[in-house]
T-cell receptor, first 117, second 114 residues
Framework: GDSVTQMEGPVTLSEEAFLTINCTYTATGYPSLFWYVQYPGEGLQLLLKATKADDKGSNKGFEATYRKETTSFHLEKGSVQVSDSAVYFCALSDPDAGGTSYGKLTFGQGTILTVHP | DADVTQTPRNRITKTGKRIMLECSQTKGHDRMYWYRQDPGLGLRLIYYSFDVKDINKGEISDGYSVSRQAQAKFSLSLESAIPNQTALYFC?????????????FGSGTQLSVL
């Protein structure tokens, strides 16, 4: 079956530091890949996505590149802010035989990020 | 107002009790989902519904049931709650008209079973 593995957390950084959160996956098909973010007390919201190999998703200064050869989708940001403190989830959506992707996602375990001033 | 609303936000109950978690949405989406979040395990799919007449089991449906009362409402029930059902529960919706459809989540219901 499908699975997503994220780097162990929590991750603690100082403001303006560089962030990398590793994510690798296994899938039976050709999945779409996502990063969701969960701010304290809120539901998850989509941060970025990529649908095919070598695609780069980006949003709010965050980036991730779909690497099919290494089955990875690492999240990066060049300079984090205190407001980036949240839980980050890597996820995949595996299409059916007809190539349709549904909203049934497989999530990683989440990585807690804390950014200090 | 939130597009996906879950009630209650918090609930404490005792082992063996029946409990219902409710979800309503104003996004007009046909597809709705129930996920549970456990620390260190991420989110896991419990049930999903692609329209009012379509209900499907997810990865961890044992001990749960659902009802899709209308396009906008999707309820999750625990017929006889047990302590290992203590978790944060999320309802979500998606629009099949959007390629690689993204999920829209409610704020969650924290359930504690004593």
């Amino acid at each position: 079956g499908d699975s997503v593995t994220q780097m162990e957390g929590p991750v603690t950084l100082s403001e303006e530091a560089f962030l990398t959160i590793n994510c690798t996956y296994t899938a039976t098909g050709y999945p779409s890949l996502f990063w969701y973010v969960q701010y304290p007390g809120e539901g998850l919201q989509l941060l970025l996505k990529a649908t095919k190999a070598d695609d780069k998703g980006s949003n709010k200064g965050f980036e991730a590149t779909y690497r099919k050869e290494t089955t990875s989708f690492h999240l990066e940001k060049g300079s984090v802010q205190v407001s980036d403190s949240a839980v980050y989830f890597c996820a995949l959506s595996d299409p059916d035989a007809g190539g349709t992707s549904y909203g049934k996602l497989t999530f990683g375990q989440g990585t807690i990020l804390t950014v200090h001033p | 107002d939130a597009d996906v609303t879950q009630t209650p936000r918090n609930r404490i109950t005792k082992t063996g009790k029946r409990i219902m978690l409710e979800c309503s949405q104003t996004k007009g989406h046909d597809r709705m989902y129930w996920y549970r979040q456990d620390p260190g395990l991420g989110l896991r799919l419990i049930y999903y519904s692609f329209d009012v007449k379509d209900i499907n089991k997810g990865e961890i449906s044992d001990g749960y049931s659902v009802s899709r009362q209308a396009q906008a409402k999707f309820s999750l029930s625990l017929e006889s709650a047990i302590p290992n059902q203590t978790a944060l529960y999320f309802c979500a919706t998606s629009d099949p008209g959007q390629p690689n459809e993204k999920l829209f989540f409610g704020s969650g219901t924290q359930l504690s079973v004593l």
